[in-house]
Structure formats: structure tokens, C-alpha cells
């Protein structure tokens, strides 16, 4: 518990560098520039690694040491992506006066208004893990170790599932304020076909090495519980990964769309099912219940959210 609190005191301290990274990240994405944030991220994470070599192995810190080079690494990736923001900035059209705006209550609010259901979709999921998480604990060390491993990796092979809906989300915001909405349906209906790839590779994956992952995460001396839970929990939730690629493309519409109270609705949903199931069915089921909330709560985001984007109302949202 110190050194998680020692941890956690000085990267806190480097979360403005962390928010900054996220917030310039989103405006070149938005430039249609996706290459330059991959390449910081690329950069931040390799220097990540190399001072956390030098801070523990050379210089015999801890975790403090470990917290620090996390903290220098996103800062300093954070100060470089300002920087060629303002370079690349200087080569679109607009008067000094525009320029040198600092502030802009109606800019602000517009955005604030597509932020703040952003902000508690993508909170949700980390809450939702946390109170999930709450509930393996009862079930012992072994179960919980084996839950975290297989969460860890499933949060890997969600990652493409989660940047498809990202780029659904651009994709609908430029084409909308062209003015080309049937270009959303059409790159709404190529995300479907890409969430299946990504779906069928990452099966393919866990089918094979399922196993071996578990046991590269848990490491050393493993315990039955531990690897029974981790694999279990892992060969039956990659079969349900359509589902969150599904949700986070029309949520992607939605979002982009500026369509958020149904998007936040259904995402308020999915916690609410997967809390519900976890505590309520654990008794039942046994530690299983977690495995079948997980889908349950992606399913049923997916079909409010889908059943919105039918009405067709998201094309008439306006937020600037």
C-alpha cells in the first residue's frame, strides 16, 4: 500500500502532461494527422522504458524511480506534440485577431458538451472493472490473479476495437460538417467489416496461446486456481469481442454526431447491468458471473445504441 501510494502521488503530479498529450492528440487525429501522435506515443514509451532502466537498475530507486521517468517520459512527449501542433498550424488561413483568441465561451461550451459524455463513457469502463473487480476478490488470491491476467490481456485485444470507434467518431464529425452524411453510413458499414477482422484475429490468438499468455502474465509459481480462472475467464470473453468493437463504432457515430444523451444513456447501461450481474449472480454462479456480465453489459450498450443510430437523428445534431 506505501508503494502504491508513492506511485500514484508523484504520476498524479504528471497528469496535465498526460491530459495535454490526449487533448493534442485528438486535434491532429482531427487534421486527419494520425501518424504524429503514434510516433510521440512510440517515442514516450521507449524513453519510458530506457528511464526506468537507468532510474532502477543504475540508480537504485524504486517505484518513486519508476514514477518519475513515467512522468518524464509524458511530459516531455507532451511539450514536443505542442510544439509541432504550432508548427503545423501555422499553415492554415486566419487573421492575427483569431490567432491570438485565447478564449471563447461559445467554442468552449460546444465543446464541453461532447467532452463531459466522453469523459464518462471512457470512465465507466475503469469504474465498471473496479466494482467487477471487487467481486473476484471474494472468491481469493488465485481467482483474483487469474482474473487480473486475463483482464489485462483482454484489454489488449480491445484496443483495436476502441481505435476503430475513435476513428468512427472523426470520420463522423468531418463528414457531417461537409455536409455528407451517406459517407457516414458507408464508413459506418466498412467499421463492421474491420471490428470482424480484428474479432477473428484476436480469437485465433487466445485459441492457440491462451495458455501460455496466462502463465507469461501470472510469471513464476503458479497456482491452479490462478491459471483455471485466468484462462477461463479469457477463452470465453474473446468470443464476445464483436460485440464491444460493434458498440464502440456506433457509439463513434453518436459521438461524433454530437449525439451523446443516448450514447451516455446506453454506456450508463452497460455498468449497470455488468455491476448488477457480477454482485447479485456471484452466490449462484460462482466466479463465472463476472465472465457472463462482461457481455452482457457490452450487448446491451450495443443494441440502444444501434436502435438510435436507426432513428436517423443523429444527422440533424449540431454542436457548433
Known amino acids: 500500500m506505501g508503494q502504491a501510494r508513492l506511485y500514484l502521488g508523484i504520476y498524479f503530479l504528471g497528469l496535465p502532461f498526460l491530459f495535454m498529450y490526449n487533448v493534442l492528440a485528438a486535434i491532429f487525429n482531427?487534421?486527419?494527422?494520425?501518424?504524429?501522435?503514434?510516433?510521440?506515443?512510440i517515442f514516450s514509451s521507449l524513453l519510458n522504458v530506457v528511464l526506468d532502466i537507468i532510474s532502477v537498475t543504475w540508480l537504485g530507486m524504486g517505484v518513486d524511480g519508476v514514477a518519475i521517468a513515467t512522468v518524464t517520459a509524458q511530459g516531455l512527449s507532451a511539450l514536443i506534440s505542442f510544439a509541432l501542433l504550432l508548427k503545423k498550424l501555422k499553415g492554415y488561413e486566419g487573421s492575427r485577431e483569431e490567432a491570438f483568441c485565447l478564449y471563447d465561451p461559445g467554442m468552449?461550451?460546444?465543446g464541453t458538451k461532447i467532452a463531459v459524455p466522453s469523459i464518462l463513457q471512457q470512465s465507466i469502463v475503469s469504474v465498471g472493472m473496479l466494482l467487477v473487480q471487487s467481486v473476484v476478490n471474494r472468491f481469493g488470491s488465485g481467482a483474483l490473479a487469474g482474473y487480473s491476467a486475463g483482464s489485462r490481456i483482454e484489454s489488449i485485444c480491445v484496443v483495436p476495437m476502441i481505435a476503430t470507434g475513435n476513428a468512427v467518431a472523426t470520420f463522423t464529425a468531418q463528414n457531417i460538417g461537409?455536409?455528407?452524411?451517406?459517407?457516414?453510413?458507408?464508413?459506418?458499414?466498412?467499421?463492421?467489416?474491420?471490428?470482424?477482422?480484428?474479432?477473428?484475429?484476436?480469437?485465433?490468438?487466445?485459441?492457440?496461446?491462451?495458455?501460455?499468455?496466462?502463465?507469461?502474465?501470472?510469471?513464476?509459481?503458479?497456482?491452479p486456481?490462478?491459471?483455471?480462472?485466468?484462462?477461463?475467464?479469457?477463452?470465453?470473453?474473446?468470443?464476445?469481442?464483436?460485440?464491444?468493437?460493434?458498440?464502440?463504432?456506433?457509439?463513434?457515430?453518436?459521438?461524433?454526431?454530437?449525439d451523446v444523451l443516448v450514447f451516455t444513456l446506453a454506456n450508463l447501461v452497460n455498468l449497470g447491468?455488468?455491476?448488477?450481474?457480477?454482485?447479485h449472480f456471484a452466490p449462484v454462479w460462482g466466479v463465472a458471473a463476472v465472465w457472463y456480465a462482461v457481455p452482457m453489459g457490452w450487448i446491451a450498450n450495443y443494441v440502444i445504441s444501434f436502435s438510435r443510430y436507426l432513428t436517423g437523428k443523429w444527422k440533424t445534431k449540431r454542436v457548433i
Open 225 to 258: 486456481d490462478a491459471y483455471a480462472a485466468g484462462t477461463g475467464y479469457l477463452s470465453f470473453v474473446v468470443w464476445f469481442l464483436t460485440f464491444i468493437g460493434l458498440k464502440a463504432t456506433t457509439d463513434g457515430v453518436l459521438r461524433g454526431s454530437g
Open 108 to 110: 468552449l461550451l460546444g
Open 178 to 223: 461537409a455536409g455528407k452524411t451517406e459517407r457516414v453510413r458507408e464508413g459506418y458499414r466498412a467499421s463492421y467489416r474491420i471490428v470482424l477482422g480484428f474479432a477473428l484475429l484476436m480469437a485465433a490468438t487466445v485459441g492457440l496461446f491462451n495458455g501460455p499468455m496466462i502463465a507469461a502474465f501470472l510469471g513464476g509459481d503458479i497456482s
Open 30 to 41: 482531427a487534421l486527419g494527422d494520425s501518424r504524429t501522435p503514434l510516433y510521440l506515443l
Open 273 to 279: 447491468i455488468r455491476v448488477f450481474a457480477a454482485f
